[in-house]
């Protein structure tokens, strides 16, 4: 007894020892720590530091100005050091949501060294922290069966190349034998693969959609847009280079013309039901230019479309086959009457007028469409949103 | 054409003004940087900062004394800043391996704004950059099929609880029929499913082994092997607390317990060949532990055996029903002539000794084990190495 307990005691105070470090991160302090009503306070513990921000998306925005032109960006306030050379800030009262932070100490932005949670967006490394209490819990983790997420490879004949997908598959897809409708989720100009996962937090809103028997059980699959590579940064034979936004072989038609490979792909290895009542295709910005471009190009094979702030550039003159004959490719998609096209944006997003103008055409030309308009711009917080609302509208052919 | 060249150039322009800060991170800088001697360049840009400091673990190792004891820590080097106010070290050439690093800037343990690729050990994230060149290239993405790697959820009746875990399936898996053998590797304390596949790289790993004909395709499945936790950090409905060690249940014999309910979940949802031939079960620190124990507990469930830098303590006087008669069981256990019971530790491993005094009690009982002694300590370095030795070992009758 006495020799067990000796060496389980040497282990236990080993392993703290040697962990600690690792388990404390650096820091003891609780940051960011949610208060009753809300607001929260964030730390830095800091004593040599003269001065701390903080820069995240519950702040104002504000307008930064470039030689390229203006953008707004995520506002910054002070923190306030105390006796101890802790750096403090405390924030209004949030709405429930996703928010997403770093501090800038001394004019080096840093992420918050006593909260691991972090999302990459592009090259940009940034800590987050959910408010609760809003009356879905829909970006949360919650107690019902959960789906799996997979990576996996497919091979393109069109680009002659292995590439990365992430597939959802709904809790009892392994054990069952049922088969499944399925959506295509698309990412924006620079994301890639793990942007709807992570960013989108599309795993928690498909489960939690699909437990409240909102949302029918579906596979989701989340390709990688950018045809020139072959995977998210760090995942593919480019090692750990890093991350480019590639723009070469992202809006030319490539990745619209290989798409028929995703979806054969999809329809071989997994239970699909592999007809257009049962196939959707969404995405956001450079997503939904794609997916306005792939349901068109292929107008038999999905009957459900989302189009979220879609960077749509809808003329037909440019040098890509897969552009011509905009007009009438177009027509042909709509008599086919597709169960749901739908537009979202946000009312202060910079692609705004544009699809206006594409609701004109499709006005113009009685196309039926459903449209939605939030509030804010360009930002995840509305793809987030418009999932969780396009999600429940699928593959239910009574609201045809 | 003007009009789709206009939009498509405001989108472009807007785009990248947009995404600018997204894609640089708010870094202009190459950091780091492999020399062709091997060496790597460090570069922060922080001209108000008045020291900076890098650590890593490609720098000499420091003891660090604590009251608790003392215990090796990654050394740490100074950066000098130069007329641009960029701060630099280069290091010296270093061979082919996966390294981690932080900045440490006026006291603030940083990661570097330049390097989005991080990886988090229980509650520190560190930059990781890999140096090539080794004879084996086991870390990286090469160009070879690739395996699915799956976050899936399943039912312990065991523990009452639904709990995620890693499924690797080796290339192919999706589109064929064939059947697979299982190797169950398990992860350190403080570590959780996600340890394996990202500190450890064992999809590479495997990806690589398997693809030179090296190891046989197999599916590897990488627990929780905290019994009172769902899944890891951010990942269950503890939402984004805080990770903590939660030491109650993780060497209490609640994890070995319910380790069939892992078994019956695999066997019952895969592909497998369900028998101990065409089974193995390996791990780290205290998954050494769980190791020991778990083909002990079921001496009919697993041929293959790895102990990696293993947490033993193989005394039978604990009041834990799973560690009663622990002499008789292991006797039981190699009566049955195990395929292969491999030890491994590095010469500077705290657990080193413990180690030493349990190849004793094997060897006087005659007991066949594989022992393999590597240099350095209780770190991620050696665990890869050991998983790149042991998986080509595994499942190969000839051996015995």
Same mark, same amino acid.
């Given at each position: 007894m006495k020799k067990f307990l000796s060496l389980a005691m040497a282990f236990m105070v080993s392993m703290v020892v040697y962990s600690q470090q690792a388990l404390t991160g650096g820091s003891q302090l609780i940051s960011p720590e949610t208060n009753a009503d809300n607001s929260v306070t964030f730390r830095l513990f800091a004593p040599e530091a003269s001065e701390v921000f903080i820069t995240g998306d519950f702040l104002p925005v504000e307008s930064v100005s470039t030689p390229m032109g203006s953008y707004d960006a995520p506002g910054k306030a002070p923190l306030v050091k105390n006796e101890q050379g802790v750096w403090e800030f405390r924030s209004a009262p949030l709405a429930p949501e996703l928010y997403s932070y770093a501090l800038i100490a001394d004019g080096i932005?840093?992420?918050?060294? $006593?909260?691991?949670?972090?999302?990459?967006?592009?090259?940009?490394?940034?800590?987050?922290?959910i408010i609760e209490g809003g009356p879905d819990g829909m970006y949360k983790v919650n107690d019902v069966p959960h789906g799996s997420v997979s990576k996996v490879w497919y091979h393109s004949p069109v680009l002659d190349a292995d590439?990365? *997908? +992430?597939? #959802?598959? %709904?809790?009892? #897809?392994? $054990?069952?034998?049922? /088969? #499944? %409708?399925?959506? #295509?989720?698309?990412?924006? *100009?620079?994301?890639?693969?793990?942007?709807?996962?992570?960013?989108? /937090?599309? +795993?928690?809103?498909?489960?939690?959609?699909?437990?409240?028997?909102?949302?029918? %059980? *579906?596979?989701?699959?989340? +390709?990688?847009g950018n045809a020139a590579m072959q995977a998210a940064p760090g995942e593919s034979r480019l090692g750990l280079a890093p991350p480019t936004m590639a723009l070469p072989k992202t809006m030319d038609g490539s990745f619209e013309t290989h798409f028929p490979d995703v979806v054969e792909f999809i329809d071989s290895n997994y239970r699909t039901i592999a007809d257009k009542q049962h196939r959707a295709i969404a995405g956001l910005s450079m997503g939904g230019f794609h997916s306005l471009h792939i349901s068109k190009e292929y107008p038999d094979m999905f009957d459900y479309i989302g189009l979220f702030s879609s960077a749509i550039l809808p003329h037909n003159d440019s040098d890509s086959p897969v552009y011509a004959d905009f007009d009438a490719k177009l027509k042909t998609q709509f008599e086919k009457n597709p169960a749901l096209y739908w537009i979202a944006i946000g009312d202060k997003d910079f692609l705004y007028e544009a699809n206006a103008e594409y609701r004109q055409l499709l006005d113009k030309n009685g196309y039926r469409y459903v449209y939605r308009e939030s509030p804010d711009g360009h930002i995840w917080k509305n793809w987030r949103i418009y999932l969780s609302e396009f999600a429940p509208q699928l593959f239910k052919p009574l609201s045809r």
């Open positions: 932005r840093i992420n918050d060294p $006593s909260n691991v949670y972090q999302l990459r967006d592009i090259a940009t490394i940034s800590n987050i922290f590439r990365r *997908m +992430t597939v #959802y598959t %709904p809790a009892g #897809y392994e $054990s069952g034998d049922k /088969r #499944y %409708p399925v959506l #295509y989720l698309l990412h924006g *100009m620079g994301g890639d693969e793990n942007a709807w996962s992570e960013l989108g /937090r599309a +795993t928690q809103i498909l489960d939690n959609q699909i437990a409240r028997g909102k949302a029918e %059980p *579906m596979i989701v699959v989340m +390709t990688n």
